[in-house]
């Protein structure tokens, strides 16, 4: 049995990953943004985007 291995980094706000080699990708919790074939692509795109903070989903209220 093989473990996924998974290179993870934080640019600007968004998540810029990797599995088992594969192809990088730019992310927010819940939607892939793009994929490149290497990391300073990645990293590049995720830093040319404006910042990113997650939303939440209650408002507060008073």
């Known amino acids: 049995m093989s ?3 998974l290179n993870k980094m934080h640019m600007n706000g968004y998540d810029v990953l990797s599995v088992n080699n594969g192809p990088w990708r ?3 919790q819940g939607d892939r943004l793009a994929s490149f074939a290497s990391r ?3 990293l ?3 830093a ?3 910042g990113y903070k997650s939303r939440t989903h209650g408002r507060k209220t008073g």
Request: net charge negative; charged share 15%.
């Open 40 to 42: 300073e692509e990645a």
């Open 44 to 46: 590049a795109y995720a």
């Open 3 to 5: 473990m996924a291995m």
């Open 48 to 50: 040319a985007l404006p």
């Open 26 to 28: 730019v992310c927010t």
